[in-house]
Nanobody, 126 residues
């Protein structure tokens, strides 16, 4: 089972940008569906963006379309989440998740993913 470590979170002003990284070890992300989720206090975990296992599908939550971009660097075994035009409502702990057995219809379902990182805090505030 692959281990995941997120980094890149922090405090940013509204309208600013951050790039989150998800580094995998103990396995390759090349053969896995990978997703970013987020959770803020008092709210349920929310799917943000991700790839299908083959990379043929890329999905974004409506709330981040046009502002966030997910990408991967197979050579570095890393997935990124570029976040632009950040809003206060983007404040949350962001988690990276991966799974080899995730089917396309389950890409937005957290329970479908076998591996999770520890999360990185993103705070958008002036």
């Amino acid at each position: 089972q692959v281990q995941l470590v997120e980094s890149g979170g922090g405090l940013v002003q509204p309208g600013g940008s951050l790039r989150l990284s998800c580094l995998a070890s103990g396995g390759t992300l090349r053969s896995s569906a990978v997703a970013w989720f987020r959770q803020s206090p008092g709210k349920e975990r929310e799917y943000v963006a991700g790839f299908s296992r083959t990379g043929g599908y890329t999905y974004y939550a409506d709330s981040v379309k046009g502002r966030f971009t997910v990408s991967r660097d197979n050579a570095k075994n890393t997935v990124y989440l570029q976040m632009n035009s950040l809003k206060p409502e983007d404040t949350a702990v962001y988690y990276c998740a991966a799974g080899q057995g995730v089917i396309t219809s389950s890409l937005r379902i957290g329970a479908a993913y076998a591996s999770w990182g520890q999360g990185t805090q993103v705070t958008v505030s002036s």
